[in-house]
């Protein structure tokens, strides 16, 4: 197979890239940058696009590939949320999706699938009610931004399979969010954030690569997809589980208000809030999770 990965440069890319070479299909990565600038890796060709919402002269390595994975965006922690973030946050992936469905309705052999990014923030902040891929939006920004999203990427559905894929909270050592919650427990200061009641649909990074490699082939797998493990776990509960992999105390929770002043709108939309999400489309398509036990996650993550 010849997959286009756009956005491919980044944390899930390179993932999902690696392992597609690694079962030896072509990949080519569209990234904003030069190729000259992004590090060399066996297998990966890179194409240089510009996500404004048309389709440029990139769009000529879409045209006869087998499936086109969109991963671009802004990255939603990198920086505090003013307006202006907001707002490129937004833009990165409409602009990016509507690029891309362009050039799939342009193309003279047009791909068989569009695996499209999108997030459980779809759902908002959901307390724990429990969330399948038929469950209504939320109303926050995030929900906002992936309902877009999604509409953007649907543009694509009159000529090719489109899979929206609500990607939960990816777990691995060297990018996401685990990082970033890693130095207080080593501190010995780790705990539940907040209240620590919010859900967090979790997903070994591991499954993630298969559950996206095995939607590239499975006819089923069009519409919302929960990317999410089948057992997603309270804060309180995915603290407790950190401390036991790291062999530290769970016992130090970080206040809301703190939290709050620290983030201001992030803290709620990325850390406070939660969604009780379950992968109901892939399970019943029959896709097998590798890791459904949060402490066997965290110990193959943290290895
Ligand atoms: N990681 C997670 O746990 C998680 C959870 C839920 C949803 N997601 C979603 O899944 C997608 C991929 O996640 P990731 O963690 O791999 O993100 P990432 O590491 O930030 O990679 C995203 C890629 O998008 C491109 N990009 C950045 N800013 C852009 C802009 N303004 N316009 C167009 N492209 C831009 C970059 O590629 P170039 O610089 O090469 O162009 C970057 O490598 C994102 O949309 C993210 O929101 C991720």
Redesign the pocket.
């Known amino acids: 197979m010849h997959i286009i990965i ?9 993932a999902l890239a690696d392992a597609l070479v690694q079962h030896s299909h072509e990949v080519t ?5 030069a190729p000259s600038e ?1 590090p060399r890796r066996t297998g990966v060709r890179y194409v240089t696009w510009t ?1 404004n919402g048309e389709a440029g002269a990139w769009k000529s390595a879409i045209d006869g590939a087998t499936a086109v994975v969109n ?6 922690a ?1 920086k505090r949320w003013s307006a202006a973030q907001k707002q ?1 946050l937004r833009d ?2 409409l ?2 999706t509507k690029s891309l469905t362009t050039a799939i309705r342009q193309a003279k052999q047009t791909p068989g699938v569009l695996i499209s ?5 779809y759902y908002g902040d959901r307390g724990d009610e429990t969330l399948t891929e038929s469950s209504a939006p939320g109303s926050d920004f995030l929900a906002g931004v992936a309902v877009e999203w999604e509409a953007a990427a649907n543009a694509a559905a009159a000529v090719t399979r489109v899979a929206l894929i609500r ?4 777990l691995d050592k060297r ?3 685990l990082p970033k919650m890693l130095p207080p427990f080593q501190m010995f200061a780790g705990g539940p954030l907040g209240s620590g009641r919010q859900y967090m649909p979790w997903i070994h990074k591991d499954d993630w690569v298969r559950l996206v490699t095995w939607s590239l082939t499975q006819e089923g797998m069009r519409g919302a997809v929960n990317a999410t493990s089948p057992s997603p776990v309270t804060n309180a509960e995915f603290s407790k589980a950190l401390g036991r992999a790291l062999h530290r105390p769970s016992v130090m929770p970080a206040p809301a208000f703190a939290l709050r002043l620290a983030l201001g709108e992030m803290a709620d939309a990325l850390l406070l809030s939660g969604q009780r999400a379950l992968p109901v489309r892939a399970t019943d398509h029959g896709f097998a999770f590798r890791f459904t036990n949060i402490d066997e996650a965290l110990a193959g993550v943290l290895a």
């Open positions: 756009a956005g491919g440069s980044g944390f899930l890319g390179t990565v569209l990234s904003r940058q992004l996500p991963l671009a965006g802004e990255s939603i990198a490129r990165s992936r602009h990016a990014g999108s997030a459980v923030g990607t939960g909270i990816v990018g996401g969010a």
